[in-house]
């Protein structure tokens, strides 16, 4: 089993009209054996920027303390939040860093950058950046997501229209993966309100 | 003076509580050639005399204004040589600051690096502290802005400020003429005229150097057949 497999996990994130939606599955797992049914895997940056972390969970809750740490010095430094693009390019630029001994997460990028425009990228473990005007995925359950992705994805979709969209796909996809799933975790941003809901799946 | 028994150790206080190397960098500035910035409304103006020791010497070869990036440039009073170590450091961290964040350095930002590694060297060991005053002068997504960084590393943001030989005249000159909505035409006038308070001798497009950044954010250096033109406008 590939130490990207040791965990299990899956995270979305779809562009919608003047908003996005980031989501991930809950489950900690030791590889076969199920661990955990409440891991967090999307984390907050700041109001407008989420970064969820795929791959091993070690790897997970260390970079993303290091991104935090390098966003609020950032903050501090330069009185202003970070955009999208220039987190992306940190992230790119840390996992760069640990090119010969990386770490070995899958992240997805989502946020609102200049004028609340939707930006949303993945890159692989050693930070090769893939933006996507439509969505991206990572995770153990990637292939599946990106069918369901293709197939339920349409541009210009409202905050409601755009959660049933990404809740369907990652429940679709996870249910066809052993390694992710109990639940689901959806965030979906708009300029003026964040919605967090926890949504119910195949608990197995 | 008690304080002379300390100007050996650039990293001792004096009883006085000064670091009496660093009172003699600001000396080696005031001795320097004057040079001047002003902020207008849509721009900024560096400005400086370039007399050269001989009229042998080949003045287009003599470069006092640079660029540190495409939308900041710096001018100084001072030791030339200092200068150009400062203008390749700064160089140097606003590209790793592009590779990191692959956004350009905000004016703020270079100005604190800059001034840190001013104040590296009077706290380290074996090392002099710059005998420069920089003006950096840039435009970014906060506006025009222009900066004044000392040999101890303190900045301080201008709306026009001079420094060298002539300080005080030039400064004095700048209060009168100096208003909040000066377009950058007038500012560029005005510092001219600044320049030709205390130049000893005849002023012309090859003894100064003027460098102008617009809202286009492009830094440029004027070539002698435009500061001719302004002189003209001047006169």
């Known amino acids: ?204 | 003076m008690g304080d002379s028994q300390y100007s050996f150790s650039l990293t001792t206080f004096s009883p006085s509580g000064k670091l009496v190397q660093i009172e003699h960098a600001l000396t080696a500035v005031g001795s320097g050639q004057t040079s001047l910035g002003i902020k207008a409304a849509n721009g900024v103006v560096i400005a400086t005399e370039k007399k050269l020791p001989s009229i042998l010497v080949d003045e287009t070869s003599v470069q006092k204004i640079q660029s540190l990036t495409p939308n900041i440039g710096v001018v100084y009073s001072g030791m030339g040589p200092d200068f150009r170590v400062l203008v390749r450091k700064s160089r140097k961290q606003a590209q790793q600051y592009y590779r990191l964040y692959k956004e350009t350095i905000p004016v703020t930002q270079l100005v604190r690096e800059t001034a840190a590694v001013m104040q590296e060297f009077t706290q380290s060991g074996g090392v002099r502290p710059f005998g420069v005053s920089l003006l950096i002068a840039g435009y970014d997504d906060n506006g025009p802005q222009l900066y004044q960084v000392d040999p101890s590393g303190s900045y301080f943001s201008w709306k026009a400020s001079a420094m060298g030989k002539n300080v005080s005249n030039a400064k004095t000159f700048l209060e009168k003429r100096y208003t909040e909505d000066m377009e950058l035409d007038d500012a560029i006038h005005t510092a001219i005229l600044t320049l030709k308070e205390g130049y000893e001798g005849q002023i012309s497009a090859n003894n100064i150097e003027i460098g102008i950044i617009r809202a286009d954010r492009e830094f440029k250096v004027l070539s002698p057949a435009e500061i001719k033109d302004f002189l003209e406008e001047v006169e």
């Not at chain 1, 009209?17 to 891991?39: E, H």
């Open chain 1, 1 to 204: 089993m590939s130490i990207f497999e040791y965990n299990g996990s899956a995270v979305v994130a779809m562009v919608g009209k003047n908003c996005f939606a980031i989501a991930s599955d809950r489950r900690l797992g030791v590889q076969l054996q199920t661990i955990g049914t409440d891991f967090q895997r999307v984390f907050k940056i700041h109001d407008k920027l989420y970064i969820g972390l795929s791959g091993l969970a070690t790897d997970a809750q260390t970079l993303y303390q290091r991104l935090v740490f390098r966003h609020k010095l950032y903050q501090l430094r330069e009185e202003r939040d970070m955009k999208p693009e220039t987190f992306a390019s940190l992230v790119s630029a840390l996992l760069y860093e640990k090119r010969f001994g990386p770490y070995f997460c899958q992240p997805v990028i989502a946020g609102l950058g200049e004028n609340d425009e939707p930006f949303i990228c993945t890159m692989d473990c050693i930070g090769a950046k893939e933006l996507a005007k439509d969505f991206v995925v990572s995770g153990t359950a990637s292939e599946s997501l990106y069918g369901a992705c293709e197939s339920m994805y349409k541009p210009d979709m409202g905050p409601e229209e755009l959660f049933e969209t990404i809740s369907q796909a990652l429940r679709a996809s996870v249910d066809r993966d052993c390694l992710s799933g109990w639940g689901g975790y959806v965030l979906v941003v708009t300029p003026t309100e964040v919605r967090e809901s926890v949504i119910k799946g195949r608990m197995d």
